[in-house]
């Protein structure tokens, strides 16, 4: 749950004061919006009995069933309610991570509308898929530990489609958007850090030895994803920049997402320095001043969570998860083929979902602030508030 105001913060810090407020009230809206549509119906959508492969039925709605009995299907020791409030977590931070993207220019009730809309039409199906006992992309043997293909490539890729749709803010390119506050966007990402270690850790569902090692290795892709990113920005730029090893952070920590429960300690800081490198080559030479995505999003979690899937392929062992499978090193190279497949397929399904959705939105209730409500920031012009009372 922390992660979540964490990246509140870590998102607030680095837009212009006049859109701090309602920058951080993108995640922590999703809180509690998220958490009442999860228990009403995502999760029954997203874990019980599957329909075909595709998605689930509607026999947990209401948490109908769900008690604190454990669920032999997904964890057996401990109880059913703690796992569906676990995965709650997942869906709630999801869509949040999407706002980086169109920061400082959307409406807010077209974002609590396209919200309910993507979890129910992205997130939910994917997380069936890929999770669910029956998924068709758990059943082709596709590998996700902690949700590098169902929470960092569906936002990623879905943040950059709304960026594109949405467009560059006034003034992109020609006027300074510099962030308003670094420290708040560091303590975000300190937080983020260290709520990680529930986001994959725990996705062991117990207190062990893979626990332990998906601790370890979401540390060391962390901690090598900073190192990263921050050399990559000193050579280019010829500083060190804070933001910099921030941002490589939150990339390392993507990157190991999908393979913390699957790969070695020693695969964990080469994964990070993967999802450093990229990420960093993503938003500084291909994303940033072409397409106005505020905060990098697609550059962190969509090119961070396509580098963690696809390096699962290649450094996974079941010498670390009997219940994982061998990748490319261990001597199955069709390991890599099916996480490509997936990356691929779910990818393609957020955008053209995501698309669609902003679409229709647009259509019924427009998608962005005028620009005169831009101009005034959206911590007024949406919310009659201000972060600051100078």
């Known amino acids: ?141 596709a590998l996700d530990f902690a949700g590098g293909t169902v929470v960092h490539i569906t936002s990623g890729v879905s943040a950059l489609v709304c960026a594109l749709v949405l467009g560059k803010r006034t003034g992109y390119g020609s006027e300074p958007m510099e962030p308003h506050n670094a420290t708040l966007s560091i303590l975000g990402t300190g937080m983020l850090w260290f709520g990680w270690f529930g986001f994959n850790a725990g996705s062991s569902l ?49 990157g190991i997402t999908p393979a913390a429960g699957f790969v070695t300690p020693l695969a964990a800081i080469i994964i990070g320095f993967l999802a450093g490198v990229g990420c960093f080559m993503a938003v500084e030479m291909l994303v940033r001043g072409r397409v106005d995505d505020s905060l990098d999003v697609f550059g962190v ?38 996480q490509i497949i997936a990356v691929v397929v779910v990818a393609a399904y957020a955008a053209l979902i995501t698309w669609g959705l902003l679409f229709i939105i647009n259509a019924i209730v427009g998608i962005r602030v005028s620009p005169e409500e831009e101009a005034r920031g959206l911590d007024a012009s949406q919310h009659g508030e201000t972060a600051y009372q100078i």
């Open 1 to 141: 749950m922390l992660m979540t105001p964490a990246l509140g913060f870590f998102y607030g810090g680095l837009v212009r004061q006049k859109n701090a407020l309602s920058t951080i009230m993108h995640s922590f809206f999703m809180l509690g919006f998220v958490s009442v549509i999860w228990a009403l119906v995502g999760y029954s959508l997203a874990f019980s009995p599957t329909i075909g492969g595709f998605i689930g039925g509607l026999s947990w709605v209401g948490l109908n069933g769900v008690g604190v009995e454990p669920n032999p299907d997904y964890a057996a020791t401990i109880p059913h309610q703690a796992f569906m409030v676990f995965q709650m977590m997942f869906a709630v931070i999801t869509p949040a991570l999407i706002s980086g993207a169109f920061a400082e220019r959307k409406r807010f009730k077209a974002f609590v509308i396209f919200s309910l809309f993507w979890l129910l039409l992205v997130y939910v199906p994917v997380a069936h898929w890929v999770w669910g006992v029956g998924g068709w992309i758990r059943t082709m043997g």
């Open 206 to 254: 117990g207190s062990g030895a893979l626990a332990a090692s998906a601790f370890v290795n979401t540390h060391l892709g962390a901690s090598m994803g900073a190192i990263t990113w921050m050399t990559a920005s000193w050579i280019r730029h010829r500083r060190p920049s804070v933001l910099g090893a921030s941002a490589g952070a939150v990339a390392g920590l993507v």
């Open 301 to 338: 979690h969509g090119v961070g969570g396509i580098i963690g899937a696809i390096a699962t392929g290649i450094f996974a062992t079941k010498s670390i998860n009997e219940f994982g499978a061998d990748g490319l090193l261990y001597g199955n190279p069709g390991q890599l083929v099916t």
